[in-house]
């Protein structure tokens, strides 16, 4: 039989802290950790950084405000020399970039998260101009003119 002791009125009892395991000490730390940041990945950064410059470039340039900007990975080989970066057709009022070709084969001279944005935005530009028939320098509202 196991007996008990009885506290007696004299003795003082110290509470316990309110997280402590079977040995009186605090515990380590949480079950679950902070949230994670979201996770990225190129083809998100793809769409978020071509498609802002879209915007961009609609919210400047009225007649490419009902163009149609559409994202894929790669061309269909289409017996063309070399790889295209996009494919404009002007009937259809639709610009397609190809993802792969602009994030891989971009010749950078500095391969950073800034440069790497820099080559979508270029490739964006340089189609919509195409769309255009005018030079990529002009797509700005006066922004280079004076130089």
């Known amino acids: 039989m196991i007996r008990r002791r009885r506290n007696s009125g004299s003795e003082v009892q110290v ?22 940041p979201p996770l990225d990945n190129r083809i998100d950064r793809f769409d ?20 149609r900007y559409e994202f894929a990975a ?8 070399g790889i295209l970066r996009w494919k404009v057709f002007p009937d259809e009022h639709r610009i397609v970039l190809f993802r792969i070709p602009i994030q891989r084969l971009s010749r950078l001279h500095r ?3 800034l440069h790497r944005r820099f080559a979508v935005e270029e490739a964006v530009l340089r189609a919509s101009a ?7 320098w002009d797509l700005g509202p006066g922004r280079f003119h004076g130089f």
Not at 15 to 32: F, Q
Not at 130 to 136: A, D, H, K, N
């Open 111 to 113: 391969n950073d998260d």
């Open 48 to 67: 978020l950084i071509a498609g802002s410059t879209a915007e961009f470039l609609r919210s400047v340039t009225p007649e490419l405000r009902d163009v």
């Open 74 to 81: 790669l061309p269909l080989d289409d017996g063309v020399d």
């Open 15 to 36: 509470p316990r802290p309110p997280r402590h395991d079977r040995h009186g000490r605090a515990g380590r730390s949480l079950v679950t950790k902070p949230p994670l």
């Open 130 to 136: 195409e769309y255009l028939g005018v030079s990529p």
